[in-house]
């Protein structure tokens, strides 16, 4: 498959995954379980800056729970205990004494889209204002092109004050993403964004997204093995909360595997 | 195929008869307000006119108006509400919004809902030891409003925990995701979506408010004060009490004159409960997801 945006990016002069410099994340023994029922159990893997790390797996394997313990979403819910270490830029992230700072780093999509109750332009500015952008043109700007490179800004730019809330559930979804990207984030968790996505939509996102890698770093659980495969450098696939494999996808798609149980799921034997 | 069977017919007779009994019930239910709401109407209409409600009593309060119980009330509400509605709001956001689900937190909600349980009177006695003994306020219209407003919290904190948790969860985690604090989080997408909920508390409250007597009885209403209060630390006349001594503690007063006062107050409440519903229906088309 010829990957247009990847070659047009490296024509820009981005040089691919940065896996000579130290990882962006290292996560080490992580285990995550709810109530005592375990979910995740001692993962430990590297994700490097500028890659798009994808994460496959069949539903209750872990993949929402590694990305929930990433952006430390564990405390919004008191069931969910974590252990293990996960650190960012060297930093541990239950270092972060402000975790809100730690946050406003990550944009997270999750497969369910949350329009905010506000209008469509101020859930795009919602993060900017935070950080204190307060001037009006600079906001038009960043929303304008969040909007355009969530593949949005055609269908809402004439009802930029309507309701987010009142968008079709694509919209929304792709509300949801210009939102994170509005986040300006250095890395960018993303859990089956194309759900409630068409597919026309789904590709023009995944183009934006293969763009977006020589700017940032993003992780991409997705239940859909062949939109791994398009855009992650490496993949993960998680069993049942046990990591089973990692490694380059060409690998993993080309049958070079350690578990024969990744080849199963990969063509759709189980799952 | 395509015929009853016995089982059908059972079904739909029980099903005919539940909803018969529920109608009937609903009936009942109806009756009452519509013969107290009728008769005050009948009986006390005939009081009512602009004398009646802008002068005050005479003639040991056989005949006049209730202006000053008027006045009075409108200050006890007022007074109530400046006292209860700040720290009803902020304890609601607390428990709601901020505070752990521990032993601690579902002790606090206990005591709320104990606090609501407890006779109007009790809180009568309470008021008059605290606040006119105590806090040597004397009975007052200060003493009075803050005894209805220990009364009326936790109807303004429940009403204002159950506006909040009608926003939905996901809203904050989306907030809170692109590093939002919790309170920037309630100022710009919480209390925006539950604000309207939480002034129908607040009203609820001030129809309750208007209403009690026994709370104000010994802490800052009296029976007759012939001006208008002029400061918080004033005694004053209020419709409530004043209904129940013209109804009760005088003789003499004409029936007419103590319909028309029980009227007054029934209509005030009213009033408060309609703008209230009136509130909702307009929550409800201001919804925004």
Partial sequence: MVDLAAEAAVANGFPGPAYDEPPIIEVRDLSIAYRGKPALDKVTLDIHRHEIFGIIGPANSGKTSFLRALNRMDAFNTAMEVSGSIRINGKNINDWRNEYALRSRIGVVFPLPVGLPLTVYENVAFSPRLRGIRKKAELDEVVERCLTRAALWDEVKDRLDSLGSLLSGGQQQRLTIARALSQEPELLLLDEFSIAVDPVTTMRIEDVLKELRSELTIVLVTNLVQQARRLADRTAFFLMGELVEIGATEDLFEGEVRDKRTTGYIEGRFG | ?289
């Fill in chain 2, 1 to 289: 195929m395509f015929t009853a069977t016995p089982l059908n017919r059972r079904s739909y007779r029980n099903q005919s008869l539940a909803k018969a009994v529920f109608f009937l019930m609903t009936v009942v239910l109806v009756i009452p307000v519509l013969l107290i709401v009728g008769t005050l109407v009948v009986k006390g209409a005939p009081a009512i006119s602009w004398e009646f409600l802008f002068t005050a009593p005479t003639d040991n309060m056989t005949a006049g108006g209730i202006f000053p119980a008027l006045v009075g009330t409108i200050w006890l509400v007022v007074v109530a509400l400046l006292a209860s509605v700040p720290v009803g709001v902020a304890a609601a956001l607390y428990l709601s919004e901020y505070a752990p689900d521990n032993l601690l937190t579902r002790t606090i909600n206990l005591a709320i809902i104990n606090l609501a349980g407890v006779p109007s009177i009790v809180h009568a006695l309470f008021g008059f030891g605290a606040f006119v003994l105590f806090f040597r306020m004397g009975q007052s219209i200060l003493a009075a409003s803050l005894t209805l407003a220990i009364m009326t919290l936790p109807v303004v904190i429940v009403a204002t925990r159950e506006s909040l948790q009608a926003v939905p969860q996901a809203f904050r985690e989306a907030c809170w995701n692109m590093g939002a604090t919790r309170w920037q989080t309630i100022r710009k997408v919480v209390l925006p979506n539950s604000i309207s909920g939480i002034l129908t508390g607040v009203i609820l409250e001030v129809s309750r408010t208007a209403g009690e007597t026994a709370p104000i009885m010994f802490t800052g209403a009296a029976m007759f004060v012939p001006f208008l209060p002029e400061s918080v630390f004033d005694q004053t006349m209020a419709m409530s009490y004043h209904l129940y001594n013209v109804a009760t503690q005088l003789t003499d007063v004409p029936e007419e004159l103590t319909f028309g006062v029980a009227l007054v107050l029934i209509a005030i409440v009213l009033m408060m409960n309609a703008v209230s519903i009136g509130f909702r229906v307009y929550l409800r088309g201001m919804k925004k997801w």
